[in-house]
């Protein structure tokens, strides 16, 4: 991620997938639904879909300040460059928000029609994996959704090189990190009560994993 100039931060991802990802939310959530994004990171993601759906309400988080700083940072660039959206509506400030530790706070007193975890699960360790089925399956609504969205294996082999490539890099980075086979995400979401309901392919060897409650 690079700077905007301020206090945004800008991912060159961003605009290759969010329509892609929009399509599949708009699929699978309905037009007015409360929504909690994990790891949100430069927090473009959030400002884009919800101008795209008023009736989503947006909860961002992450447990980095910067990203944090980013993500409040492109919410209020939004109210001002597009105050028809009515931005502050829908879009909320960010939360620091730890998959892992216990959720406590006002925001967490009802449940979440849909979790949203963007390119996470392979850029932290299985612990997170874990914590996210065991927060997912208590904090989604009876029908709500999780859905998540990255690079995965598929029946213990790599989808593409690239992918391969972008695994050896990973672990470099962190040996705790690295792109997870489908089926342990699905047996943990199993052991969790979520239901696997459909994988969608995505550009660049990308997959969007939708779970059910």
Do not use: C
Not at 15 to 41: C, F, K, Q, T
């Amino acid at each position: 991620m690079s700077a905007v100039g301020d206090l945004r931060l800008k991912s060159p991802s961003t605009a290759r997938n969010r329509d892609p990802i929009l399509a599949v939310l708009r699929e699978y959530l309905p037009p007015r639904a409360r929504v909690l994004e994990l790891a949100s990171g430069s927090g473009e993601h959030g400002v884009y879909f919800t101008q795209a759906m008023p009736g989503w309400q947006w909860q961002p988080s992450d447990t980095e300040p910067r990203a944090l700083a980013s993500i409040d940072a492109w919410r209020r660039h939004s109210q001002k460059t597009e105050p028809e959206k009515e931005q502050s509506g829908n879009l909320f400030p960010p939360l620091e928000l730890d998959v892992t530790a216990t959720w406590t706070g006002e925001w967490s007193a009802k449940r979440f029609d849909a979790i949203v975890a963007i390119n996470l699960i392979h850029i932290s360790p299985w612990r997170v994996t874990e914590a996210l089925m065991q927060q997912a399956d208590e904090y989604l609504k009876d029908k709500g959704v999780l859905v998540l969205y990255g690079p995965y294996r598929r029946n213990d082999q790599h989808t593409a090189p690239s992918n391969q490539a972008f695994d050896a890099s990973l672990q470099a980075r962190d040996p705790a990190w690295g792109v997870r086979d489908l089926e342990d995400v699905q047996a943990e979401a199993k052991a969790n009560g979520l239901v696997l309901e459909r994988v969608v392919d995505m550009p660049a060897n990308n997959l969007s994993v939708i779970f059910r409650r």
